[in-house]
């Protein structure tokens, strides 16, 4: 009994070392982390000298496509800043489309309602599948839009895309209404092989899939070869906007891309390949044709939103759809980074369908310095820091830690910052930036 007892006795020590070893781990990773998030914080004079506003007049006149990232979802700050963007472009270098990370079909939607349709901005939001998307601050920007369009010429009118394919269900009624006035199919056939996408609950999986696509194509050889498209392709696209049928025109082109987006939502099931890797690819090709659509009908310059990951210019990860518009399009692509010191978001619990508010710090300094700007926001455009022997200059090179917070939140990111942080000299991966000191969380509206 004695040589038991001494060796229980010997274990709890051994457990209590242990545990205050681990308790003394715990304290110096935390206390580094807190040692980090200090020394970021310190003030840098130098940055106040570089600090502008957003403006289009620091942005070159030669692109094409212009992308504003956002450093996180659920952030309202970073809502706000798709439609400041998108503003400057509009009014101060002609651009006439904006495309979000979101679905085609919902969008093509949203935009009937901006081109002057029925309903209000407020329902409209609620046609987005990702709820992050319920928001004030996204009917403020579809609002703009349309009341925009009301005092403006043909020309300048501006349309509303989407260049996402994960929810398919947002083109299942169009997709039938054009189908079936257009004699493409019979309404049996048509139910036969795409009623799986008919609500946000879809049945298409890897089974029916391949059958999905093949009747998909079979639709889109059908238009493709009707007299009326044939005409279109040879006919004089100013003449067309100016006919009685261009919106027919345009209800085609909205065809051809709900057909293609719902095609690739289909091919995500079949193929192999990495589902990061295939998405990108598939949004990079959605806003090549999107613009190809707007060098028709607008201005051939677009603005793009999406997340932070999707829009940089070099991903170490995977190509991304950035880093595949740069490729493609070189200086015409144009990237605008955010970052935000600290962040109150509204994210999504991983695995689950509610939602939770939670706080996140970047560690970035020159998110920290947006604390000295006025309305503690401010813009560093990168190709006018060029004394390679300032602190600006210098910094906007060194590799730090940057934000990037996705849709999935679980209590283990408190002790993983690294998930949700990325660290990645800025003048890398953007072409500007743009700078919070704090972002709040966003509301989502409910249905009426």
Partial sequence: MKIIG???????????????FLFVCILLYFGKLKFEELQALREIKEVQAEMKPLSAEYIPENISILSIGEAAHGCKEMQELKLSVFKEMVEKRGFTAFALEADYGECAEINRYIQGGE???????????????HTKEMAELISWMREWNESVPEEKKV???????????????????YSLSHKLTSEEEFAKNLDCIKDENFSLNEKNAGEVIAFLDSLKEK??????????????????????????????????????????AAETWLSKENSSVLRDRNMEENVKKILEMEQKIGSGKLVISAHDGHIQKENPIYN?????????FGEAYYAIGTDVWKVTDNIKVLGEAK????????????????RFAKGKQYALYFSSITDEKSKVYQLIHTPMEMLQLGEGYSF???????SYRVKG???????????????NPIELLKKR
Avoid at 320 to 328: C, Q
Avoid at 412 to 418: A, E, H, I, S, V
């Fill in 6 to 20: 001494k060796l229980l006795k010997l274990a709890g020590k051994i457990v209590l070392t242990l545990l205050a």
């Fill in 119 to 133: 309903g209000s901005a407020e329902e409209m939001v609620q046609k987005f599948a990702f709820p992050i998307y």
């Fill in 159 to 177: 349309r509303f895309y989407g260049f996402d394919m994960q929810d398919p269900e947002g083109s299942y009624a169009f997709l039938k209404e």
């Fill in 223 to 264: 238009v493709e070869k009707s007299p009326e498209e044939s005409q279109k392709e040879t006919g004089n696209i100013a003449n067309e906007q100016e006919a009685t049928d261009k919106q027919a025109f345009k209800e085609n082109l909205d065809f051809l891309m709900e057909l293609n987006t719902v095609r690739q």
């Fill in 320 to 328: 991304s759809m950035g880093v595949l518009l740069t490729k493609d």
């Fill in 355 to 370: 939602r939770t508010v939670q706080s996140f710090v970047s560690v970035d300094p020159l998110a920290a310095q947006a």
């Fill in 412 to 418: 283990l990111l408190r002790f993983l910052p690294n």
């Fill in 425 to 439: 000299a800025p003048v890398q991966r953007y072409d500007s930036m743009i700078y919070l000191y704090e972002g």
